[in-house]
């Protein structure tokens, strides 16, 4: 009897040793099922899907939409006076407008070489741009009787003046008057194509509205080179010290 019960109880301990090793077996085949915090915080984020793709940047200096918030909208600015507008607007530049008015009409080779010495502020631009202007406007008065040479010439200016600005075209004005959008305003190498031309016949039909409205134009936005603008600091010496008694 001592022997049996003996031998019983190697028995209970290798149940007891198989049960407790079926235990942790479970628990290690639950922990490999799953994934550590360290593999998940390593995962890489899943892309993002077109539907959230971030907005595109828009273009500084460029005027934003009403319709869709964040779109830019291709739009020039307009000129400061309308091109009929000769005698200019009853504001601070006035005087000056008055006096872009009358060059136009007596010295027009005046007003263009002031135009271009104010966009181009080099030694030498004025008498440059002015004497070939005065001696195409004297060629072609005195062979056709009008000023038809110097536009061809001078229709750079215009050209010059409405890239510096960002100003809209004649096509482009046209096209907002009457409220289109043609297609070639989209293509920029044809856009800035028709506008040329356009700068070109407005010189040739309409000289004179032309060249005062482009005087109008710089004089308000660029001050003449001549004029010296910035402040000066004299600092002077100092006055002579006496030991006093």
């Not at 550590?36 to 971030?54: G, I, M, R, Y």
């Not at 056709?144 to 960002?166: D, E, H, Q």
Request: aromatic residues 6%; hydrophobic residues 35%.
């Amino acid at each position: 009897m001592a022997k049996f019960e003996d031998s019983g109880q190697p028995e209970e301990n290798n149940d007891r040793k198989s049960s407790v090793s079926a235990a942790r077996s479970s628990s290690s085949s639950e922990e490999e099922e799953k994934p550590s915090t360290a593999t998940v915080l390593a995962a890489p984020a899943p892309p993002p899907t077109a539907d959230k793709q971030p907005p595109a940047a828009v273009p500084m200096g460029l005027p934003m939409g009403h319709g869709v918030m964040g779109e830019a909208v291709l739009r020039r600015a307009e000129w400061d006076t309308p091109l009929c507008a000769c005698l200019g607007r009853n504001d601070e530049f006035c005087s000056s407008d008055i006096e872009v008015c009358v060059l136009g009409g007596v010295a027009p080779c005046v007003l263009y070489g002031s135009n271009v010495e104010r966009i181009v502020p080099a030694p030498g631009t004025f008498s440059a741009h002015c004497l070939p202007y005065t001696a195409l406007y004297l060629i072609g008065d005195s062979c056709f009787g009008w000023n038809c040479l110097a536009p061809w010439f001078s229709f750079r200016s215009r050209t010059a003046i409405r890239r510096k600005f960002n100003l809209e075209g004649g096509c482009e004005t046209m096209a907002r008057s009457f409220g289109r959008s043609p297609e070639f305003l989209e293509d920029e190498l044809k856009r800035e194509q028709y506008e040329s031309a356009c700068d070109l016949a407005t010189h040739v039909i309409c000289h004179p509205c032309a060249i005062c409205q482009e005087g109008r134009q710089v004089r308000r936005r660029i001050p003449h080179p001549g004029f010296n603008t910035q402040q000066i600091l004299v600092m002077l010496p100092p006055r002579e010290q006496t030991m006093g008694r």
